[in-house]
């Protein structure tokens, strides 16, 4: 079962929002999954078969 690895089509299609400052609604990322998954998933990336790419962090506005 893959916790971390999403397709391209997974996450365009996947509707998840959070609210970082109870206010206003953001896609939320991925859960990180068990460490042995991590690892698997960043050897899929070295060894060409995966993507990786850097989630968005969420700037937040004090009022």
């Known amino acids: ?3 971390i690895m999403y397709t391209l089509r997974e996450l365009h ?3 998840s929002y959070a ?3 109870g206010k206003k609604w953001v896609p939320a990322a991925p859960l ?3 460490y042995i998954e ?3 998933d960043a050897w899929h990336v070295l060894m060409g ?3 990786a790419f850097t989630w968005p962090k969420i700037e937040k506005n004090e009022d």
Do not use: L
Request: charged fraction near 50%; hydrophobic fraction near 30%.
């Open 1 to 3: 079962m893959d916790f």
């Open 13 to 15: 299609e996947w509707k």
């Open 38 to 40: 991590r690892i698997r």
């Open 49 to 51: 078969k995966a993507d």
């Open 32 to 34: 990180d999954g068990p």
């Open 19 to 21: 609210s970082s400052d």
